[in-house]
């Protein structure tokens, strides 16, 4: 590793650990991981004080009641996914928006081509800091999520290896989409049109593809879906474990396609450092 690479990841990491970034990241995405199942319990009990309510007032609450009273740790660890996929990738996408172009506008960072600092050396750490970052991060937080559903429920029908799986898919699920938020932001200089396209993206195509009844093996777009559908079933076989293996290094080439898109677009773009004017 050269001198320039090492420089470029002690950039990042120092942008990213030595600020409240990566504390606040943490927070929010274990937060909601121990907090889905908490607030199932919760309306369980809020459900059950109003019962009595409800019947005078002739609403009939008894289904979702019941419903939430029967509900099993795979409740919990879904509902954490679906937030951690949901409210925890808009939080990291949205916080590290610096890196993923918006410290291009402006000129705030110009690339000295002239003094030999290459494109490489600027785009290789924001892909392996960011999106390995976000992936280890999720990957505790569906373990915590499993441990909490655990206590908070009386039914655990959560085995050890499918809740491995699931969070190795919602962690995939994180990068996917942090590798597309870094290729679009450095390319194009916008990051809050980035982020904005990626969290509608991620919103839209996971419920399309919900919707339509579609399978979500070999579909790295679904594989929070994938990562909810793993945590009801039963053992799984050979054969399923090595469909979501597939599933999973598809996911990862299509993030190094990526990454070679926004090497490609940062060696094209040329950058007009001409002129008098000071940018701030």
């Not at 942008?15 to 929010?28: C, D, G, M, P």
Request: hydrophobic share 55%.
């Amino acid at each position: 590793m050269n001198i320039q690479t090492k420089a470029s990841f002690k950039k990042e990491v120092i942008s990213f650990f030595r600020t409240y970034t990566f504390v606040i990241v943490a927070l929010v995405i274990i937060g909601l991981a121990a907090l889905s199942p908490i607030m199932i319990t919760g309306m369980a009990f809020i459900m059950d004080a109003m019962s009595e309510l409800s019947n005078e007032i002739g609403v009939d609450v008894t289904e979702i009641t019941n419903l939430l009273d029967t509900s099993s740790s795979s409740t919990g660890v879904i509902s954490s996914i679906s937030d951690i996929t949901g409210v925890g990738l808009i939080v990291f996408l949205l916080l590290i928006n610096k890196a993923a172009g918006g410290e291009l506008k402006k000129r705030a960072v110009i690339i000295p081509r002239a003094a030999g600092l290459r494109s490489f050396p600027y785009i290789f750490p924001k892909f392996i800091v960011y999106p390995i970052t976000g992936f280890v991060i999720t990957f505790v937080a569906m373990f915590i999520s499993w441990g909490v559903s655990t206590v908070v429920f009386e039914a655990n029908n959560i085995a050890f290896a499918n809740v491995f799986i699931a969070a190795v898919l919602t962690g995939v699920f994180i990068m996917f989409y942090t590798c597309f938020h870094l290729t679009i932001g450095t390319a194009t200089g916008k990051a809050g049109m980035s982020a904005a396209i990626c969290i509608v993206a991620s919103f839209l195509l996971s419920n399309i593809f919900a919707v339509a009844n579609l399978d979500y093996m070999f579909n790295p777009f679904a594989l929070n879906s994938l990562a909810a559908s793993v945590t009801v079933r039963g053992s799984l076989s050979s054969s399923e474990i090595m469909d979501i293996v597939f599933t999973i290094l598809f996911a990862l080439g299509i993030m190094v396609v990526a990454y070679l898109i926004a090497l490609f677009a940062q060696n094209a773009k040329k950058i007009d450092n001409t002129g008098n004017e000071i940018e701030l």
